[in-house]
């Protein structure tokens, strides 16, 4: 009986793989001839260009000090590290025999030219909400820019995860295609926003945690998850910062790296702003309406008026540290922060944080505090003209646990961060993995 049982669990298993991969099968679409530049209408071009820089492509199809688009760049996930593609016009190692509908095609449903399926570390489960005109203006860009012949590594995705058809799978449970639906209620720039952070900058991928396949948690968009070792702040109501995301405070952020009531930009969120929504071709209109967008879901006009009261108690805390009673932990916190961080006027100074208005301090874990202290801020990875050194050389594991402690005790309200050397210990650990 029970061999009975095994051998027909075995036939039907094997009758499902094959069904399976019966319905991931795609035609390939014919190569052609790289499109001639004067193809293209220098409106389209310069659309094209204006929406990879919002969507930052750049930031996933180039790899550090490589050419634009020419790909390497590694995504880490759960499953191994996904490397994005060369997307010049490359007839060999880019897409330069690709056609607008094999563009389309990868654009909408996650298939290359040649039938095979796209892993959903590309976003097209966003773009497949892209209007027809923005997706042929991108191809538009992406066929006038220089030829690449680089190479990428290969994915290191482990067997079974690397069997393209097997994505199949992944569709039929998480992606339903169909273009961007405006919501009626709202206003032009409010959807304006929303379509370019939903369908375009896909700013749910590092902003909504994800289930065990890797697809985003529905019920939860944008509430917040940790991606390569940092956390990723919630952007509804949850968020944890202490003065809300208002339209301006967040138009500034975006627009320029940084906000004198939030601090600066920092991880995978920087090239995002630096090498996309900072560039000139990018309206302000845009980036305004993102602002809107995000600032409604933040419920921010409702709690605004608790900013200057906010701001205002930072401020007096902000010597906190700098002649009081003894404390090793506030000497601590003088001699290795204070010179950068108090702040004596009405406001903050952009270029001296506010700790006390930094969420960094306020969220459930202190993994994004420890990385910046570890790690520091360069000069290519922060808001332009804001630095901050390193610390992993000179402060022990105990003494960056103690200015975590030290600062969440007397710069927010929140309940104490538990067990902080050993997370010290082991963000360290990482960081010196990647590097």
């Known amino acids: 009986m029970i061999r009975r049982i095994a051998t027909a669990t075995l036939a039907v298993a094997s009758l499902g793989l094959a069904g399976l991969f019966l319905l991931a099968r795609r035609p390939a679409i014919g190569p052609v001839e790289r499109p001639a530049p004067e193809r293209f209408s220098a409106e389209s071009i310069a659309q094209g260009e204006s929406l990879a820089a919002a969507g930052h492509c750049a930031s996933c199809h180039t790899r550090p000090g490589g050419q634009p688009f020419a790909g390497g760049y590694g995504v880490n996930t759960p499953f191994g590290v996904i490397y994005g593609t060369n997307i010049t016009p490359d007839p060999k190692n880019g897409i330069g025999t690709w056609s607008l509908d094999a563009f389309v095609r990868a654009m909408r449903e996650g298939v290359a030219r040649d039938g095979s399926h796209l892993f959903p570390a590309f976003p097209y489960y966003a773009y497949t909400k892209l209007s027809d005109d923005d997706v042929k203006a991108l191809y538009a860009y992406l066929m006038t820019r220089p030829d690449a012949t680089a190479t990428v590594p290969a994915n290191t995705l482990p067997f079974p995860f690397k069997i393209r058809a097997l994505q199949e799978g992944w569709k039929i449970l998480f992606f339903r295609g169909g273009r961007f639906h405006a919501n009626p209620s709202k206003s032009d720039e409010w959807n304006r926003g929303a379509y370019l952070a939903e369908a375009l900058s896909d700013c749910a991928a590092c902003h909504t945690p994800r289930n065990s396949l890797g697809a985003e948690k529905t019920g939860y968009a944008y509430a917040g998850t940790v991606i390569d070792g940092w956390i990723a702040p919630a952007l509804d109501e949850t968020n944890p910062s202490p003065v809300p995301w208002t339209q301006e405070e967040l138009f500034t952020y975006l627009r320029t790296g940084g906000s004198p009531l939030h601090g600066t930009t920092g991880a995978t969120m920087t090239p995002v702003i630096r090498e996309g929504l900072a560039l000139p071709v990018v309206p302000d209109s845009d980036v305004r309406a993102i602002a809107v967008y995000f600032s409604d879901i933040d419920r921010a006009g409702a709690r605004a008026h608790d900013t200057e009261a906010a701001t205002r108690e930072a401020l007096a805390n902000s010597s906190l540290g700098s002649s009081q009673e003894y404390d090793p932990d506030a000497e601590l ?14 406001v903050p100074l952009p ?14 874990e202190p993994t994004n505090f420890i990385q910046v202290v570890l790690n520091g801020v360069s000069n290519t990875e922060g808001a332009p003209g804001l630095v901050m050194p ?32 050993r997370k010290v210990s082991a963000i360290r650990q990482q960081s010196a993995a990647s590097h």
Do not use: F, M, Q, V
Not at 351 to 364: D, I, K, V
């Open 390 to 421: 390193a610390y992993a050389s000179s402060l022990t594991d105990g003494d960056i646990a103690r200015l975590a402690a030290y600062l969440r005790r007397t710069r927010t309200k929140s309940p104490h961060w538990s067990d902080l050397e």
């Open 351 to 364: 270029s001296r944080p506010e700790l006390a208005l930094n969420s960094a301090l306020t969220l459930p």
């Open 333 to 346: 916190y003088a001699a290795a922060c204070i010179a950068c961080h108090y702040n004596s006027g009405a």
